[in-house]
């Protein structure tokens, strides 16, 4: 029920005129009062009344209660803006039937806002997800681009006073300045204020043990608090409103210690002004400078962590030479490329999005993005990604992806997913946190009655409470875990190693057991055809039987067989509409005839005989036509260089090797052998790598599976952590957890050592934290520790912590 009049008489109403939904002070011209379910509610416009009835009328009208505001207002241009659908269109990412958008949203203060957009979001129909990342204020939408627009989803947080933009490099980097900029600003401004504190504050300290003219005092001290009036309420501003939210939650925080020592030595200082007794405004002023400087270099850890996803980001040029409608040259925002366009690229450039090219030769530095340090020679139908360079002669390339879903965005979007999912130990250091805030309080609340009825020469009450306050405020508690798995995931991505978030790299720091797939991942995935027998005598008639069945398909062994066709300089028809059954083979029905081109397995199932001496003693790929049986091809992929060391490395860290292949078991079990794997299980179906994995964890086993193909998709999923390598299917690497984005199998002992001592350090950081606390709290409370040496201690535990987790980037170098 809502009744709304354009207050005349702001007067009239008793409550303070801020706005209900911004926080903002209300000019008396633009009051805008609505009794809203009785109550008489000020907003100081008709967006704001307009996003509280939306957010009220959605049933989230908890967000009032919950967000932790340091600043009043919104964004600029909040309510007002008109979205072009066709534009946003550029941005959105297909993905089957579904559509992925990502953009950044000015305005985000806190949790709850992040909540409250995630919900309003979910609830438009045709929208699947609505995911929104904190620290960098990106949202990622999938959606159903037939039932909503993205021009609907951008209305729907603009109606809130949010307001959205296409997420873009720049726009990346703009929140991490706007952010950096205002932290600089606050710290900048306690810093110089603290500084002139401190010359009066010594003036006094020497006055009271000198004596000092009562006068010369007063004015001192007048000065003093002059100079920590702005420190307290414009620099620490943000933590009395955290703490302030925290009160009215009643979820005390890191901000809640904060507030509290900070305001009980500003306002004992204020009294003491009054009555003539000692002030302690230094403290105060000190508190805030000190944890401001903590927080400064946190903020400076994090970007640092943010680096590797960066310099990705830069690899890719932001304007594109593209082709009019008359076949004339023109350049345009690499960002808007779509799927067909064509493009050139001239010696020296980088390739903006991926693609295949059309016409030209030329050699590619694929570094970027394989680590690969020679360059290779590319020709027409071959792929390039986006961020290699081309070296030698212009090429022209039909894009095959958009911008916002290039093998640069892809990696850059796995990056900031890991650090946005918070691992498990950090979980429990948020429990932790919430129980030991409210502990603290009521110590520092003892501490004070304690000095109060047992008073003690130099032994101030109130200072010693706010000490416990301060050296208590558990914020190395709070950046152990998270800056460590930042530090560590932007690491890794620089070294080509993905986690898809905190929480795997703490599972792969405990993995005890790894399953290894066969072909493309252990081996070289490029058999090679050793030898052709055809029942009829005729091999080269059997090799381009299999070759037009198997010319569309990615399998190393198609490949082989394809390659082995050319070398033969021979030609083939490829068959169409050829169905691919995982683990197994190829089947395609030709003049109502079933083709059937695969393992020994398949042709079984349909009841086709394989002569005795036919039965294989290496990788096979048979043929069969109908339930005649027509021959088989055979191939050999060699292992690949760094195979047997990288087995040999697991086993040294006490890791045991599993081998899971589709192949045969003659053919498992001889490179088994050769690399020393301890088990293997061949001839398995994707379901049964599957059930195999599952089985090794019902009895204990923590597993890792490393595979590359379709058929290792389940297995990878159903391993506590699915790792796959660049180079494989999409379906694979959509289903890991870890991914190499350089098929170099010595990355992915780097990835157990980085997660390994990931691991150690937040074990190290949450030692120290608590150590910290547990051995400072005493001595506060008995008076021992000034409030302002107490700042100084919780700031350099931050450090320590930070500086500690900062040690990753240099072990990875």
């Known amino acids: 029920m809502s009744r709304l009049s354009q207050a005349q008489n702001p007067n009239s109403v008793d409550s303070p005129q801020t706005c209900v939904h911004c926080g903002l002070a209300i000019p008396p011209s633009d009051l805008v009062v609505d009794e809203i379910d009785g109550q008489l509610l000020h907003f100081c416009c008709q967006g704001c009344r307009g996003a509280y009835l939306i957010i009220t009328g959605s049933g989230l009208g908890r967000f009032y209660e919950q967000r932790e505001w340091n600043e009043p207002g919104l964004s600029s241009g909040a309510f007002n803006s008109v979205y072009d659908n066709e534009y946003l269109l550029r941005f959105v990412t297909q993905q089957q039937e579904q559509a992925e958008l990502s953009f950044v949203l000015e305005g985000l203060r806190c949790a709850s806002c992040v909540w409250l957009n995630e919900k309003i979001l979910s609830r438009l129909p ?120 925290s009160l009215i939650n009643r979820s005390a925080s890191m901000d809640s210690l904060i507030a509290l020592g900070v305001l009980a030595s500003y306002g004992a200082s204020m009294t003491a002004l009054w009555s003539g007794g000692e002030v302690y405004f230094d403290t105060a002023a000190m508190i805030v400078t000190l944890i401001l400087a903590g927080r400064l270099f946190e903020n400076a850890a994090r970007r640092r962590a943010a680096s590797g996803v960066d310099r990705l980001m830069h690899l890719t040029p932001e304007l594109a030479w593209t082709f009019d409608e008359y076949g004339e040259l023109i350049q345009i925002d690499s960002h808007l490329l779509q799927p067909g366009e064509r493009v050139r690229v001239l010696p020296g450039e980088r390739f903006a999005t991926d693609g295949f090219i059309l016409d030209g030769r030329s050699e590619v530095d694929f570094s970027a993005a394989t680590g690969e340090p020679l360059p290779q020679l590319k020709q027409r139908g071959d792929e390039v990604l986006a961020g290699t360079l081309n070296l030698l002669s212009p090429l022209t390339v039909q894009v095959t992806q958009p911008a916002t879903n290039s093998f640069v965005a892809r990696v850059a979007r796995l990056v900031e997913e890991a650090q946005a999912r918070r691992a498990p130990i950090q979980r429990l250091a948020d429990r932790v946190a919430s129980i030991f805030v409210p502990l603290v309080i009521l110590v520092a609340g003892l501490t004070w009655l ?46 080509g190693i993905l986690f898809r978030g905190g929480d795997i790299l703490e599972t792969t720091g405990r993995l005890d057991h790894v399953c290894f797939d066969k072909t493309g991942t252990l081996t070289s995935g490029s058999p090679v055809v050793t030898k052709i027998f055809a029942c009829d005598g005729q091999p080269d008639v059997l090799l381009q039987m299999v070759a037009a069945i198997a010319w569309e398909s990615s399998h190393p062994l198609a490949i082989g067989i394809c390659q082995e066709l050319r070398k033969r300089s021979l030609t083939v028809e490829p068959l169409a509409e050829v169905r691919t059954i995982p683990g197994r083979g190829l089947v395609v029905d030709e003049g109502g005839t079933a083709w059937l081109a695969g393992s020994s397995r398949l042709l079984r199932e349909h009841g086709i005989v394989i002569p005795t001496e036919n039965e294989e003693t290496a990788t096979a790929v048979h043929l069969a036509a109908g339930d005649r049986y027509l021959g088989h091809i055979l191939l050999e992929d060699a292992p690949r260089p760094q195979a047997k060391h990288l087995v040999g490395e697991m086993k040294r860290s006490g890791i045991r090797t599993t081998l899971l292949t589709g192949d045969t078991k003659r053919a498992g079990e001889q490179l088994a052998s050769d690399l020393g794997i301890d088990d293997v299980w061949a001839e398995l179906t994707p379901q049964q790598k599957s059930a195999q994995i599952i089985e090794l964890q019902n009895h204990g086993a923590r597993v890792l599976m490393v595979g590359d193909g379709i058929n290792d998709a389940p297995a990878l999923t159903a391993a506590d952590v699915g790792c796959a390598m660049v180079g494989g299917t999409d379906i694979a690497l959509d289903s890991a957890d870890l991914v190499l984005t350089r098929p170099e199998l010595p990355r992915l002992t780097e990835a157990l050592n980085i997660a390994r001592q990931t691991l150690r350090v937040i074990r190290q950081n949450l030692f120290w934290a608590f150590v910290y606390n547990l051995a400072a709290l005493p001595l506060a409370a008995s008076g021992q520790l000034a409030p302002i040496h107490a700042a100084a201690a919780m700031a350099l535990s931050s450090i320590c912590v930070i500086g500690n987790s900062l040690r990753l980037g240099q072990k990875a170098l």
């Open 450 to 495: 304690y000095w109060s009825l047992y008073p003690a020469e130099a032994i101030s009450p109130l200072l010693a409470a706010v000490a416990v306050l301060v050296i208590a405020c558990p914020c190395a508690l709070g950046l152990a875990t998270p800056t460590a798995i930042l530090v560590a995931s932007g690491t890794a991505a620089a070294r």
């Open 126 to 245: 045709g929208v699947a997800d609505a995911r929104v990342n904190y620290g960098t204020h990106r949202a990622r939408v999938r959606f159903d681009p037939k039932v909503v627009t993205p021009g609907q989803l951008f209305e729907a947080v603009t109606r809130l006073g949010y307001q959205p933009r296409p997420f873009t490099r720049d726009s990346s980097h703009d929140a991490f300045d706007r952010e950096r900029r205002s932290l600089l600003i606050r710290f900048g401004t306690a810093f110089f204020l603290s500084m002139q504190l401190m010359g009066y504050s010594l003036a006094l300290y020497a006055g009271y043990f000198q004596g000092i003219d009562p006068a010369a005092r007063s004015l001192l001290q007048a000065f003093a608090a002059l100079v920590t009036t702005p420190v307290v309420f414009y620099s620490g501003w943000p933590f009395l409103v955290g703490g302030w939210r």
